[in-house]
């Protein structure tokens, strides 16, 4: 089968760094990607990796580790606009379908 | 450009009764997929249409339903609902099938079933 373990709730004070992990089993893997969804909101895209490595927008970065069937969101310089719930997401099995870990609620504190 | 949009946004129905929920996806997009998010479930795929045609579905039985317009517009249908059906359904557009993940998701209709 397919699941995505990430920690249920972080918190963390403002101007700090923190990293939210993503671990994950499926078959036919083609990427983890990031969605941040504040209370009463629609989920909104962050970042996509298909390969090893870091990727950088702004305050976040994502990283993907194949081998480890791993990744990591990390976000920088904490606000508190950053409190919301953060989703990973691969796209795999047989269908290809789009499956989320369950996310990580992040509360900033001033 | 206008974003997604679904409606209705709150609905109460009862249970043994049927919904359906439409959705409008960004201009340009043809993709639309569905999910049920729960508190205890989280974000569940549901179906993904393109073109006017089921291209994937999730592990949800039959009484959930969909369809896509030509225009790409989308809806879904529950018949016989249950207490369980309770959720928060959004829909997501995203321009093509191609293995992007960047999908817009529309804000989601609420759905209590009494």
């Known amino acids: 089968g397919q699941s995505l373990e990430q920690p249920s709730e972080v918190t963390a004070v403002e101007g700090a760094i923190v990293q939210i992990n993503c671990t994950y089993q499926t078959s036919g893997f083609y990427g983890l990607s990031w969605y941040q969804q504040h209370d009463g909101g629609a989920p909104t895209f962050l970042s996509y990796?298909?390969?090893?490595g870091l990727e950088e927008t702004g305050r976040f970065s994502s990283f993907l580790s194949r081998s480890d069937s791993y990744g990591y969101l990390l976000l920088q310089e904490l606000q508190m606009k950053d409190s919301a719930s953060y989703f990973c997401?691969?796209?795999?099995?047989?269908?290809?379908?789009?499956?989320f870990g369950k996310g990580t609620k992040l509360s900033v504190k001033p | 450009k206008a974003g997604v949009t679904q409606t209705p946004r709150y609905l109460i129905k009862t249970r043994g009764q049927q919904v359906t929920l439409s959705c409008s996806p960004i201009s340009g997009h043809r993709s639309v997929s569905w999910y049920q998010q729960t508190p205890g479930q989280g974000l569940q795929f549901l179906f993904e249409y393109f073109s006017e045609t089921q291209r994937n579905k999730g592990n949800f039985p039959g009484r959930f339903s969909g369809r896509q317009f030509s225009n790409s517009r989308s809806e879904m249908n529950v018949s016989t609902l249950e207490l369980g059906d309770s959720a928060l359904y959004l829909c997501a557009s995203r321009k093509d099938r191609g293995l992007s993940y960047e999908q817009y998701f529309g804000p989601g209709t609420r759905l209590t079933v009494t």
């Open positions: 990796n298909a390969l090893d």
């Open positions: 997401a691969v796209r795999g099995g047989s269908q290809g379908n789009l499956i």
